[in-house]
């Protein structure tokens, strides 16, 4: 798979809820901070937002947007308004749609729970909004999918909460997917869409268990030794190599918590000679030894012995 799919498959983003808000006139609402991911966009009309004490945004009929690790954040017609409580509003309209004097503007949203181990990944390379304007090309897929969304939460029909959270999950990677494919990515996202660091990443996820240097990710780069890696760690916050065994340690991770497998066995899928070496290197990524995370953090849903 390719790197942004590898994250999604290791993480298992699961949308929570998806919610549909109506308003005209003049109105301002307030929600508060959530360790989620959360989206909106404008299904029809427009409207500022401001995240925390930072200065507005307009957010324009079409436009979709994404807050990591979403701080509190305020909608509005206008910024003067009086805020409302929006989570007092949600639980007094006792479903998923907020009538508010009107339906100037129409906004779905909904918010995603990540696994929380591993969540860090997702959470460390994407900033704290995002926006993806209606007039970039790569909007149109999202709009599809904001329309079928819109559709479902306001008709409520038999397994619309099944069908809303599915879409939720879409509409989150093709949100991703196209400010990957927008001019302004950065940090790992922005090297996923480089000419020549996305290669490098490529090919390190394509085969995680070769004992790669840093001379032959510079060739697939098509890159000088030095400039690679330099570049590297200036858009991926990590030198290659370290790069390499932070992402290996989430796969084994991944591998104490959801199978079977040794210690020994998990060590050598993922390229390691030994499993002291395995052991060293997975202890400075989470501060414990594989035996003893597996120990203190598997046992309580799986059973058997210490691997």
């Known amino acids: 798979m390719d790197p942004l799919s590898d994250v999604f498959a290791l993480l298992k983003v699961r949308a929570l809820v998806s919610a549909r808000f109506e308003a005209g006139g003049k109105w301002a609402v307030r929600f508060p901070y959530q360790s ?60 998923q749609t907020v009538h508010l004097s009107g339906d100037d503007v129409v906004i779905v949203g ?39 969304l819109d559709n479902e ?77 330099r570049k590297f760690k200036d858009i991926v916050g990590l030198p290659p190599l370290d790069y390499l065994i932070r992402w290996r340690m989430h796969l084994a991770r991944r591998a104490l918590r959801e199978s079977d497998a040794t210690v020994a066995s998990i060590a050598t899928s993922l390229g390691y000679s030994s499993e002291s070496a395995f052991g060293n290197a997975f202890k400075r990524t989470f501060g414990r030894a594989p035996k003893r995370y597996w120990a203190q953090e598997c046992t309580s849903s799986s059973a058997g012995s210490i691997r």
């Not at 029809?44 to 200065?55: F, V």
């Not at 181990?117 to 994407?126: Q, V």
């Not at 869409?193 to 790669?212: M, S, T, Y």
Request: charged share 20%; aromatic share 8%.
């Open 36 to 95: 989620y991911i959360k989206f909106g966009a404008a299904v029809r009309g427009g409207y500022w937002l401001t995240i925390q004490d930072e200065e507005p945004r307009r957010i324009e009929e079409g436009d979709t947007y994404i807050l990591t690790n979403c701080p509190a954040y305020v909608i509005a017609s206008d910024p003067a308004a009086g805020i409302l409580d929006g989570a007092a509003l949600y639980r007094d309209a006792g479903g």
């Open 110 to 148: 909904g918010s995603f729970q990540l696994e929380e181990n591993g969540s860090e990944i997702l959470l460390d390379i994407l900033p704290t909004l995002i926006v993806i304007p209606a007039f970039k090309p790569a909007s149109v897929f999202l709009r599809d999918t904001l329309r079928t």
């Open 153 to 229: 939460l306001a008709e409520g029909s038999m397994g619309s909460s099944v069908v809303t959270s599915r879409l939720g999950e879409i509409l989150l990677v093709q949100a991703l997917r196209a400010y990957v494919e927008s001019d302004v990515p950065t940090g790992w996202l922005g090297a996923i869409r480089h000419p020549k660091i996305g290669n490098a990443l490529r090919l390190l996820h394509a085969d995680v268990r070769k004992n790669w240097k840093v001379d032959e990710l510079a060739s697939g780069a098509g890159m000088s030794r030095s400039d690679f890696a």
